[in-house]
């Protein structure tokens, strides 16, 4: 698993590929350990994503009530554009209760390409929006 934390956080899972249900709900209980206090998820399985997320944070809280500083944001992004979920993750992804500063882009792919990744990320958070406010990819 990847170093995330101690710090909180927000991360973008750029899904390109499935994931094995015992990996991603390992995966999902290391994110809300390390300190994820925001998770958006772009591609494949994206509600599986979001399930799995909001289910390790009812777990690390005993299945009871959960703290407003300590609740996970998840979103999903799965019938937009990547670049669509990548502004919204810059630029509208932000905690009630917590500053998040950290912010990781994680890619599930056949092959890393972070350089494809953040030229995207990059792109988009830069995008020129029009006189209605609308990005070039709506």
Do not use: K
């Amino acid at each position: 698993m990847p170093e995330l934390g101690p710090e909180p956080y927000r991360a973008l899972l750029v899904a390109e590929n499935e994931a094995e249900c015992g990996w991603r709900a390992r995966f999902a209980h290391h994110l809300v350990a390390t300190g994820c206090m925001y998770f958006l998820v772009w591609g494949s399985d994206c509600s599986v994503w979001h399930d799995c997320v909001d289910e390790a944070n009812l777990a690390a809280h005993d299945f009871g009530d959960i703290p407003d500083d300590a609740f996970v944001m998840t979103t999903w992004h799965q019938n937009e554009p990547l670049e669509a979920a990548m502004w919204f993750s810059h630029h509208c992804a932000s905690h009630p209760d917590v500053g998040l500063q950290r912010f990781h882009i994680l890619h599930l792919g056949e092959q890393a390409d972070p350089e494809r990744v953040l030229s995207l990320y990059d792109r988009a958070i830069n995008a020129p929006l029009d006189e209605r406010g609308n990005a070039p990819w709506d």
